[in-house]
């Protein structure tokens, strides 16, 4: 089980590149993950749960609390989701996912393109860079690009992982570390502010 405390932002359309050049400006440069496709099984009526499959491995995904809009810098307001996190691996081959994603439809694929940064607080509070790839306690920021439904959209998120109790301390800092440091590409609002259990359903909706 990982518990994680999780801000999130989803715009309509490709990364602008005044987005992309922000995110890839400061050091170290960002990890760029290769492309990959997720299926996220959509279910009805509930933003507190999520499903998917990636790269031979289930994850399933509970919301614990939703907070209310936290303004966290001039221009940037967003909502703080508390998540825990099962992830197994699946007892099939690749060849077998093809019967388990049937009924096709219940199933949404998911094409992402994302990059990556990484931060913790160190014991003075100072928030420092470290590689994605650290099991510890932390945070990632996160830019990317998905298609989904033959729509294009991208996603700004922070995500902090480790100890629960130290998951609000190190959220907070790490974003504004971030935005002091490097400023906003853009307005980010609370409106747009929700996770994928949330954005799954509005492309349901047809948005």
Same mark, same amino acid.
Not at 3 to 26: D, I, N
Not at 49 to 57: A, F, M, N, V, Y
Not at 196 to 205: F, N, P, S, V
């Given at each position: 089980?990982?518990?994680?405390?999780?801000?999130?932002?989803?715009?309509?359309?490709?990364v602008p590149?005044?987005?992309?050049?922000?995110?890839?400006?400061?050091?170290?440069?960002?990890?760029?993950?290769?492309?990959?496709?997720?299926?996220?099984?959509?279910?009805?009526?509930?933003?507190?749960?999520?499903?998917?499959?990636?790269?031979?491995?289930?994850?399933?995904?509970?919301?614990?609390?939703?907070?209310?809009?936290?303004?966290?810098?001039?221009?940037?307001?967003?909502?703080?989701?508390?998540?825990?996190?099962?992830?197994?691996?699946?007892?099939?081959?690749? &060849? +077998?996912?093809?019967?388990? !994603?049937?009924?096709?439809? /219940?199933?949404?694929?998911? @094409?992402?393109?994302?990059? *990556?940064?990484?931060?913790?607080?160190?014991?003075?509070?100072?928030?420092?860079?470290?590689?994605?790839?650290?099991?510890?306690?932390g945070c990632?920021?996160?830019?990317?690009?998905?298609?989904?439904?033959?729509?294009?959209?991208?996603?700004?998120?922070?995500?902090?992982?480790?100890?629960?109790?130290?998951?609000?301390?190190?959220?907070a800092s790490?974003?504004?570390?971030?935005?002091?440091? &490097? +400023?906003?590409?853009?307005? !980010?609002?609370?409106?747009? /502010?929700?996770?994928?259990? @949330?954005?799954?359903?509005? *492309?349901?909706?047809?948005?």
């Amino acid at each position: 089980m990982y518990p994680t405390l999780e801000v999130r932002w989803f715009y309509r359309g490709s990364v602008p590149e005044e987005v992309r050049a922000w995110f890839a400006a400061s050091e170290p440069a960002p990890t760029h993950e290769p492309p990959r496709v997720d299926h996220y099984l959509y279910v009805q009526k509930s933003n507190a749960q999520g499903i998917k499959l990636r790269e031979g491995r289930i994850e399933i995904k509970q919301r614990l609390h939703q907070y209310g809009s936290v303004r966290f810098h001039r221009g940037v307001t967003g909502v703080i989701e508390h998540w825990r996190k099962w992830s197994l691996p699946l007892a099939t081959t690749e &060849d +077998g996912l093809t019967e388990f !994603l049937v009924p096709r439809s /219940s199933w949404i694929g998911v @094409r992402k393109e994302r990059m *990556l940064r990484g931060y913790r607080c160190d014991g003075e509070g100072q928030v420092i860079a470290i590689p994605i790839t650290d099991t510890g306690s932390g945070c990632h920021m996160e830019l990317g690009e998905i298609q989904a439904a033959d729509r294009v959209w991208w996603t700004l998120a922070f995500e902090a992982y480790g100890s629960e109790p130290s998951l609000r301390g190190s959220l907070a800092s790490t974003i504004s570390y971030i935005f002091e440091r &490097d +400023g906003t590409p853009c307005p !980010l609002d609370a409106q747009d /502010s929700f996770g994928y259990a @949330r954005w799954l359903a509005l *492309l349901e909706q047809g948005a």
